[in-house]
């Protein structure tokens, strides 16, 4: 049977605020691509309609540098020809540029070689909420900002960094970003019945920024001994973002607190990572334990489900359900259901990131996670409610405390991993004084394993959450 192209009456018949199209508008536009795809022969296809638009405003030394404006859309065409996948997108919404579109991906599809394990998501496997109960996630809260007020903001978060101290004297920048998107997916499979609809389903959603970058010199020392110190703040609803003045004043902070930075010999020491930059390491968990490295056998955890990869007392939740969460999502970008699930327990692995493709791959079920992870948080069951940034660093006693990393020297395939870091050096559990110009290596299964402590300063990065995270041995290459 022909997918027919009739609106759900249900869905906002009216665009949403900001935006051109409303999602009965996308809706009716990937039925009518799919309607087409199969007209053509198509065994399964997917259509997806989205928009997107917001207001990004740049200021450096009390003046505007920059406005930019941005407004897209997109409608996204993947055709099935038994095994063969063809895809092909346009930004032209009218009926023949959607035909050819379609008829792109089909050819495509055509003089592609078959792949076994190529194909839509199983049925069982899709998001299957009651019509008009896909659950809201509170993802959208769009920000009616002119681009004078958001010249404002960041003048105001630039002005509060270079007041802090007279030793501020230079500026990289503050920035503010608005941004808003929707979209709308459709996906027909030959053996779903009926109209072969299989799934569809879309929303919206917002991600706000404000970020400023200054410098500080000491002028009581010769020479160019400057350090830049930067902050943001990042939220889907911005009432929720931290002021501009708190977010200036911070930034300065930490600039000033970088003065007067001495190289460290080459050692073995313990070393604490910072929450913001602790975030990496989970990071490099992810990348590690995701259905592509596993398949193609490019990571040094190949293998791990069951195993111990961290100490007893690590745990590590993903949760696609967290009201205003940056990674919160009802279905993952396959439509596949999401679900709230333990990585890891115990410091044993429990699940991968798997895509339907890598899935099949690995003869395992998809996890949802086409896309990546989703509200990622690591905990320690040995975490006590004052274990804030004082305490870890009394709990390191003596060794480097990162608060900068550089580079991206990670081997995925061995875990080696070597980064240029600066931070500061710890000594009795206070800090002595900052260090920079070194290098801090190490292997990530031994890093893992290594974990000794998990702050209560948790700090959330995109869609991860980790507090400052104590690793009991890493070399630190110096002078």
């Not at 798997?354 to 990622?376: C, E, I, Q």
Request: hydrophobic share 40%.
């Amino acid at each position: 049977m022909i997918i027919d192209a009739m609106t759900n009456p249900s869905l906002q018949s009216k665009p949403l605020h900001g935006f051109s199209y409303s999602q009965a508008f996308f809706q009716e536009l990937t039925h009518s691509a799919l309607a087409h795809a199969q007209k053509l022969g198509a065994t399964d296809a997917a259509s997806e309609a989205s928009e997107g638009c917001g207001l990004s405003v740049s200021a450096r030394l009390g003046e505007l540098e920059n406005v930019e404006r941005n407004r897209d859309k997109s409608l996204g065409v993947t055709v099935y020809v038994g095994q063969r996948r063809g895809n092909a997108s346009t930004s032209d919404f009218s009926d023949a540029a959607v035909k050819q579109t379609v008829q792109a991906a089909f050819d495509i599809a055509r003089f592609t070689a078959a792949d076994d394990m190529a194909g839509l998501p199983a049925l069982d496997d899709y998001a299957r909420y009651p019509k008009g109960q896909q659950p809201d996630l509170d993802l959208f809260h769009p920000w009616d900002l002119t681009s004078e007020q958001a010249l404002e903001l960041a003048l105001r978060c630039e002005a509060a960094a270079m007041s802090t101290d007279k030793r501020v004297v230079n500026s990289e920048g503050a920035g503010v970003s608005a941004q808003q998107s929707h979209f709308w997916a459709t996906h027909y499979r030959g053996d779903a019945g009926g109209k072969g609809i299989a799934f569809e389903g879309g929303y919206a959603s917002s991600r706000h920024s404000l970020s400023v970058a200054p410098i500080a010199a000491n002028a009581r020392r010769q020479g160019a001994d400057m350090q830049q110190g930067s902050w943001h703040t990042s939220m889907r609803d911005a009432a929720e973002m931290s002021s501009p003045e708190a977010v200036g004043r911070y930034a300065a902070e930490r600039a000033l607190a970088r003065l007067g930075a001495k190289k460290l010999a080459t050692r073995t020491c313990a070393v604490l990572f910072e929450s913001s930059m602790a975030v990496g390491l989970l990071g490099g968990y992810v990348q590690a334990t995701s259905g592509a490295a596993l398949y193609r056998k490019t990571t040094f955890l190949e293998g791990s489900l069951g195993k111990a990869v961290f100490p007893k007392h690590i745990h590590i939740e993903d949760d696609p359900f967290v009201l205003k969460g940056k990674g919160s999502s009802p279905f993952d970008e396959e439509g596949v259901q999401t679900q709230k699930r333990p990585i890891v327990t115990s410091g044993v692995v429990e699940g991968y990131f798997l895509s339907s493709y890598s899935a099949r791959k690995l003869g395992m079920k998809s996890t949802g996670n086409a896309g990546g992870s989703h509200n990622l948080t690591l905990t320690s069951t040995q975490t006590k409610a004052v274990d804030d940034l004082e305490v870890m660093l009394k709990k390191l006693g003596t060794g480097l405390f990162v608060t900068e990393l550089m580079g991206q020297g990670v081997n995925y395939v061995t875990g080696d991993y070597s980064r240029g870091a600066s931070g500061y050096w710890v000594e009795n559990g206070r800090i002595a004084y900052p260090v920079h110009e070194i290098t801090i290596a190490g292997n990530l299964k031994d890093m893992f394993l290594g974990i000794q402590a998990v702050g209560a300063d948790a700090y959330n990065y995109g869609a991860k959450t980790i507090g400052s995270v104590l690793i009991n041995r890493m070399k630190v290459a110096g002078s």
